[in-house]
């Protein structure tokens, strides 16, 4: 297989839904030449490349249902979207991926075959209770509380062993997300090593 260079940055932002990690991270896009890859926003379906209809069916019906899309699926699309970023010189701020283990080992793999490695992983964190509030105040389409629910119960079941996989080797960094907005920018960009 024909791997490319992996030359910029990569910063994982982890946190649970609602915890401000899309916000945050665009923030952090605007003010520093950084692109920012949201896994729910290309899977919702503004990724240009999920052309194919049947995919993009099948996509929609795991994010209606409050369910992760398919591992492999899920690493392919992102893996290749990270390789465009890269190809155009630029860094990136993973925002909703790795999800699972499965994906975290995957990363670490693909960017190792790559030549390349995740520079910082940081969870920005809230509770629980903070998540639920968050994400019921949104009003998406996909917010409805039974799903909210649901989602939030699979992230924590699916993605704790993400947490502990970063955790254990000493990578995550943590930033409490229950602030006031400018606060928790300024922390997360001194954690990703670009104060301004
Ligand atoms: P989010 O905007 O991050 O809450 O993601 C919305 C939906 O997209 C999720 O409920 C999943 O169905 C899907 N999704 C986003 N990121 C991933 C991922 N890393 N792995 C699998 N499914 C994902």
Do not use: W
């Amino acid at each position: 297989m024909m791997v490319s260079d992996i030359v910029g940055q990569i910063h994982v932002l982890l946190g649970l839904p609602g915890s401000g990690k899309g916000t945050q991270a665009g923030r952090i896009c605007a003010d520093i030449d950084i692109a920012h890859l949201s896994s729910g926003v290309l899977f919702r379906g503004f990724g240009a490349h999920i052309d194919s209809a049947n995919q993009n069916n099948s996509i929609r019906r795991y994010i209606d249902r409050g369910e992760l899309v398919p591992d492999d699926l899920a690493c392919n699309v992102v893996m290749h979207e990270i390789e465009s970023i890269h190809r155009k010189g630029k860094g990136v701020i993973l925002d909703g991926f790795p999800r699972t283990l499965n994906q975290a080992e995957f990363l670490d793999k693909s960017l190792a075959e790559r030549g390349g490695n995740i520079t910082s992983v940081i969870n920005l964190y809230v509770s629980e209770e903070i998540s639920l509030e968050r994400i019921l105040s949104r009003g998406r389409h996909d917010d409805l509380p039974e799903i909210a629910r649901r989602r939030l119960d699979l992230h924590q079941q699916l993605s704790a062993p993400v947490l502990d996989y970063y955790r254990s080797e000493g990578r995550l960094l943590v930033v409490n997300g229950d602030r006031d907005e400018d606060e928790v920018q300024a922390d997360l960009l001194r954690a990703i090593g670009s104060q301004i």
